[in-house]
């Protein structure tokens, strides 16, 4: 209990100044609905409570399940069971990941069914699930990293060109939701556990981080290739916004559940039957071990059932009123800074980053500070949020303008900072655009969008977790670069090695 209290703590700090922010905002610049403001107060405890049992549950079970499982598979070292073993753990993963689920249906909802939930959920788990595959067998035959990014990014670049408008934003937003609340422990686990089987230590950290991202270039490449062949001069959209009017304050609370719990459960159910196999097959673990299993997914499906439910009841309203509201203010400098700020903190409360920093920090033995790592990625989601509102506000901008250029600067810095952090970076990208991203930024600004004379809702609203997911990549790069200099000054390599 003392870990479920400690989980309790962290995330509390973490969800505080969001709630604050609101408070403020509620106050001083745009009042709120009493109902809106009570539901948001509630998804916030919600939202805490959640989210320190779902953690204490991937403490217990999802890290260590994927971390078996990827030492099991490396041990064949037959790279046909490799390939398969990652296709069906990233296709099962992936299908039954929440916040994919999230952002499907909202491309369903303002597309009016063009775009279906079913399709958009099958096509990005195809894409995951090849690339998963692709990277197990490049952390098994130590492929360097850096040329598989140049290649896969390559490809991104390439297809990108013959993209339109709408599917470039909905491939990289469906990449970072991909990479969400349950599958990032998870693959995170899965590459530590492959990795760990190798004899160069140093080698062995590095190939600890790097898969998740090369999982979410899946979704983008599988994305983009359903946006190519498909007629995209259909796909319209619209979001008819309107502020909450209905004075209910549970009722919201107890829709969001009864639609949860049956996500939630198809969300952990194929995982849950992959262990039973993988026990029977190859893993033989004690009964108490086993039962250890048991409770870290009764733990998960709780704090994931609180979670999202806090999260859609609370928060996804309110993020899209307050990004209505601020957009239709005459000073649009309003928009901009809270935007800055709602970025910096939403992803204190994102449960991967959670996860990500942890494991960092265990990896390196201490030598790469969480505490480091957080603030560089508050700074990066910070700027990402303010950049995709200033494609808002100002005609003409396009996601694009943004996307290349990061890229190409996060492709240069990567030959330049130790391998370690590339890895970490590309990683921190997906991870950063988590429950949090998907459903009350995302909110944000789709609301910011309606409430911006000429803004297209799809092309506009959509693309704010691309940029969340593109600044983590420069912000911890360049982290890197600051550790690469302190390791030449102190003696150390940036690996954290005494030289």
């Known amino acids: 209990m003392h870990v ?77 069971i490799i390939g398969i073993g990652g296709l069906l753990l990233g296709f099962f993963i992936c299908i039954a990941e929440p916040d994919l689920h999230v952002l499907a249906g909202q491309v369903e909802f303002v597309t009016s069914g063009l775009l279906s939930k ?35 990014y390559g490809l991104i670049f390439l297809l990108a060109l013959f993209t339109s408008s709408e599917f470039l934003a ?69 979001l008819d916004y309107s502020i909450a009017q209905s004075s209910s304050i549970i009722a919201p609370f107890l829709q969001n559940l009864v639609k949860v719990i049956p996500e939630i459960l198809l969300a952990l159910l194929p995982l849950f039957i992959m262990f039973l196999i993988f026990q029977k097959i190859s893993f033989k673990m004690p009964r108490k071990n086993v039962n250890k299993i048991f409770k870290g997914f009764l733990y998960a499906f709780i704090g994931l059932i609180l979670f999202l439910t806090g999260v859609n009841a609370g928060f996804m309203d309110l993020g899209s009123t307050i990004g209505y509201e601020l957009a239709s203010l005459d000073n649009k400098f309003y928009i901009l800074i809270i935007g800055f700020i709602l970025g910096l903190v939403t992803i204190l409360a994102e449960p991967s980053v959670y996860v990500l920093t942890h494991q960092i920090e265990d990896v390196t033995s201490g030598y790469v ?63 950063a655009s988590g429950p949090m991203a998907a459903t009350f930024i995302l909110a944000f600004a789709q609301g910011a969008a309606a409430g911006t004379e000429g803004a297209n809702v799809l092309i506009d609203g959509f693309g704010v977790i691309a940029m969340v997911s593109l600044t983590p990549l420069i912000a911890l790069q360049i982290l890197g670069l600051m550790y690469k200099i302190k390791s030449r000054k102190g003696g150390v390599t940036a690996d954290g090695k005494d030289s």
């Open 4 to 80: 479920l209290s400690q989980k309790l703590k962290e995330v509390l700090y973490s969800v505080l100044p969001i709630t604050l922010i609101v408070l403020l905002l509620n106050f001083l610049i745009i009042p709120l609905e009493t109902s809106l403001l009570i539901r948001f107060l509630l998804g916030s405890l919600l939202i805490i409570l959640g989210l320190a049992i779902f953690l204490f549950g991937v403490d217990i079970c999802i890290t260590p399940l994927g971390q078996l499982m990827g030492s099991a598979l490396a041990k064949t070292n037959k790279i046909w």
């Open 118 to 152: 079913l399709r958009i959920v099958v096509v990005v788990s195809i894409g995951i699930a090849v690339m998963i595959a692709l990277g197990l067998i490049r952390i098994v035959y130590n492929l360097s990293l850096r040329t598989f990014f140049a290649i896969v």
């Open 170 to 238: 909905i491939s990289f937003d469906a990449a970072g939701a991909a990479t969400g609340a349950l599958t990032v422990p998870f693959i995170l686990a899965l590459a530590a556990g492959v990795a760990a089987l190798k004899k160069d230590s140093l080698a062995s950290e590095k190939d600890s981080f790097g898969l998740v991202n090369i999982a979410a270039c899946g979704v983008i490449i599988s994305v983009m290739l359903m946006g190519i062949f498909s007629k995209t001069d259909e796909i319209t959209a619209s």
């Open 369 to 431: 500070r969480r505490k480091f790592v957080l603030t560089a990625l508050s700074l990066g989601v910070g700027c990402a949020v303010a950049l995709s509102i200033l494609k808002i506000i100002i005609p003409g901008l396009q996601l694009w303008h943004f996307l290349l250029p990061g890229y190409l600067i996060s492709l240069l810095l990567m030959y330049i900072v130790p391998d370690l952090f590339v890895g970490m970076a590309f990683d921190s990208g997906s991870v």
